[in-house]
DNA sequence: GCAATGATTGGTAACGTTACCAACCGAAAG
DNA sequence: CTTTCGGTTGGTAACGTTACCAATCATTGC
């Protein structure tokens, strides 16, 4: 009836030898069945079945020419919900292609990412899919590659010149900065973060090109970029409403930094300190964001399709359709103001 | 100097023809050079160097008796970040391991399912962690794995007895419910989601007992066991404060259905609309739950740590470790008060 | 009835790697 | 000076699959 407990997967030769036929015969009919008898095919089928065979897909991958089906992914904090969208929308594009995609973890870290690298391409990867952290980007240059294209997402890495999806940061951060400004806050302070430079930096830029616009003073004592995660984002927006003269308006570049300040607020207005209950402008959306006790809007965009944006790209690139150089899609932001 | 933009992966033989060796040195080299001279160590690192070799780990794992590294993980939504903190810890312990981890998100979909199960076992993975969904699984039983061995998490298969990883969600639902009791409430209505039947069915049933020993009455009438999304949350939870006789606390059996809840909650208070302010109790924590306009007690869990305990009775069976017979690990929850 | 055609099937080799065995080397021991 | 031994190196085969070619079979047209 069936394999025993625990034993080792069938070979194709076990099933061609229970079905009565040659290996090629069942190589054939599970390629589609070009060209076999139905009922060869049949008894194929049954064999495969009693002894619960799977295709050895990376024996199958050996042969040259051959696509593993795998795409290796790898991001930078699988824990914010962000970065999980995005790896959702690379997977539902993948599957739409037959690939699963191998999926890494850096934390940040480039030693790791080089690690995770390595390892896709000794895994026969058919593409790379990278949020890449900021470090040095040797072991991403082409000739390292060999021919297994790459494509950035979220930063662009210096020096590199490849397919990459980016957001609208500088807009976003410009319009976020500006639906402040005509509110008629011109004390705006800024939290962000310093080692995801790319990102940071950018969003830093349509901040600070509002203000200057604007004739709006940038005071560096109201401007925190260096904070990664929630608690570090409260300890710097509670040093920036302890400022003698705090900002009445805060710009948030990230969804930590956002939350972090909005914990620190709300601790406030609980205890009912005084100071002021500053608005609060965050770049990434969070949930339930218009029960805030003060005023947030949000500069949204679509993780998933970001995800989604890379792959396609990939595939395109994977199947000769893409344009010759490397192209740059950035996608829009849309603001939702409370 | 270097392979020229988008050559092929140099193989084994072109390393060791280049260092003036076999292949069979370079491997040696390569897989720690134990009885290697010191100079043809060098002069194989160079060549591997100078040509961008990778080791083929597909090839590699041909040879019977040797891991592929891989291993193929299944969970349902990877938009949920409760799923991608999951997987985040199934891929520390993995990479603590030296393996990577394949990932599928099956949508609640069991046809996907068996696709990512076939394919996965196909790719040699040497061991599968699913959060199945609750379709047939028939796929699963041990017969049809062969001796790959399989995790669950979060939910049991009926009819299939294999190591598990779960919640405390009975205990965790009673405990919330039995919080809600202990405040004066006693018309208690019930959100929760009914596809997953397993942790739905675990959560009603905490509620039932806590319900039922203290004496409230269950009413049908203000218990919605049908919403997966936000939205369906949303509009059950005001169908219930519609009710002619609204409950004065809601116990929410995740996170989707918490959210929608305070949306709808939030929208009646913000509209000055009439009706209670009901008390939530929600299975699962979400960011500033303490900022919320009416009280949240959350159950807490960790799915992080949830996918690392996973991903460790893996290794222990996969290591000959473990117990002989399926082992089942329930975390404990934890209840924060507002 | 016979040749030509196309459909069907099987054998062989190769993909890139490593386990196993055989061969060789130099040095130490007798 | 020979023997022995451990360290070092290379050749061969096999892992499971499929492309390619050769062989076989039935069918059609004359």
């Given at each position: 009836m069936s394999t025993s407990r625990g034993a080792r997967q069938p070979t194709i030769k076990e099933v061609a030898t229970l079905a009565g036929v040659s290996p090629m015969t069942v190589s054939r009919t599970l390629a589609g069945g070009v060209n076999v008898r139905p009922d060869l095919q049949r008894r194929v089928m049954a064999a495969v079945a009693e002894l619960g065979y799977y295709r050895n897909e990376n024996a199958r991958s050996?042969?040259?020419?051959?696509?593993?089906g795998l795409i290796g992914v790898a991001i930078t904090n699988l824990a914010n919900p962000y970065y999980g969208n995005f790896a959702l929308g690379v997977e539902e594009v993948a599957a739409e292609h037959g690939r699963r995609i191998i999926l890494g973890n850096t934390g940040e870290d480039p030693g790791r990412e080089r690690q995770l690298v390595s390892d896709f391409i000794g895994r026969q990867v058919d593409g790379l899919i990278l949020v890449p952290t900021s470090g040095d980007a040797a072991h991403l240059q082409q000739e390292r590659l060999g021919d297994v294209p790459l494509v950035l997402a979220s930063r662009r890495v210096p020096g590199l010149d490849v397919d990459t999806v980016l957001l609208d940061d500088v807009g976003g951060a410009y319009r976020g900065t500006v639906s402040l400004l005509d509110a008629g806050h011109t004390r705006i302070g800024f939290l962000g973060n310093r080692s995801s430079v790319f990102t940071g930096e950018r969003r830093f830029r349509g901040y600070e090109q509002a203000m200057t616009e604007r004739g709006a003073p940038i005071d560096p004592s109201i401007i925190a970029r260096d904070q990664q995660d929630v608690d570090a984002a409260s300890r710097a927006a509670r040093a920036m409403l302890d400022h003698?003269?705090?900002?009445?308006a805060i710009f948030s570049a990230n969804n930590r930094n956002t939350i972090g300040a909005l914990r620190e607020i709300g601790r406030r207005i609980r205890d009912g300190l005084p100071g002021p209950r500053p608005a609060v402008v965050s770049f990434d959306d969070f949930e339930?964001?218009?029960?805030?006790p003060v005023p947030v809007t949000v500069i949204d965009h679509d993780a998933r399709l970001l995800g989604r944006e890379a792959a396609t790209l990939l595939f395109a690139r994977l199947e000769g359709t893409a344009e010759a150089g490397a192209t740059t899609v950035e996608l829009p932001v849309t603001i939702a103001h409370p």
């Open positions: 050996l042969r040259p020419g051959q696509p593993s003698p003269e705090p900002p009445t339930l964001s218009e029960l805030m």
